[in-house]
């Protein structure tokens, strides 16, 4: 598969997003999803991640939101942080992918972004452990 590179997360990634996110039980049968947008904002520095959306898991229907700030470290790089100040992960897009671990407790949250092209990108959780396993697909679209 042919990635999009980023070299400059700012420049790609700020602005609004539409996003549409799977979740998958780990058989692969759906188990919910989220509609909604995402946007991007430079902020002291920061690149500042805010979801809002709306989940629908079995028969709840309830708003979801969550703050990341990616916090650039080099060209096309960021630590990845939650919006209470702790770590996620890093990042890396330069060559438009990236796969990395996020372990929650005693479980693990296994990562991968792919860009896809200026307009499409797409980021999976698989998570595993003794609290959770399934699997988180999200697409993000540029809205037209």
């Not at 990395?100 to 990108?121: F, I, K, M, N, Q």
């Not at 797409?122 to 595993?128: D, K, L, M, P």
């Not at 999200?138 to 809205?143: G, Q």
Request: with cysteine; hydrophobic share 35%; net charge negative.
């Amino acid at each position: 598969m042919e990635y999009w590179p980023v070299p400059d997360l700012t420049a790609h990634f700020a602005g609004p997003w539409r996003l549409d996110r799977e979740i998958l039980t780990a058989g692969g049968e759906p188990a919910g999803e989220v509609t909604g947008t995402a946007t991007f904002t430079e902020e002291d520095g920061d690149l500042v991640y805010r979801e809002v959306g709306e989940l629908r898991l079995g028969t709840y229907t309830g708003p979801v939101t969550r703050t990341l700030h990616y916090r650039p470290t080099a060209p096309g790089r960021a630590d990845v942080h939650f919006d209470h100040g702790g770590f996620f992960h890093e990042l890396d897009l330069r060559a438009g992918h990236w796969v990395t671990d996020h372990p929650c407790r005693a479980d693990l949250y296994r990562g991968s972004y792919e860009v896809l092209d200026e307009r499409r990108w797409r980021q999976e959780w698989a998570v595993r452990g003794p609290a959770k396993d399934h699997v988180i697909v999200t697409r993000f679209t540029r809205p037209s």
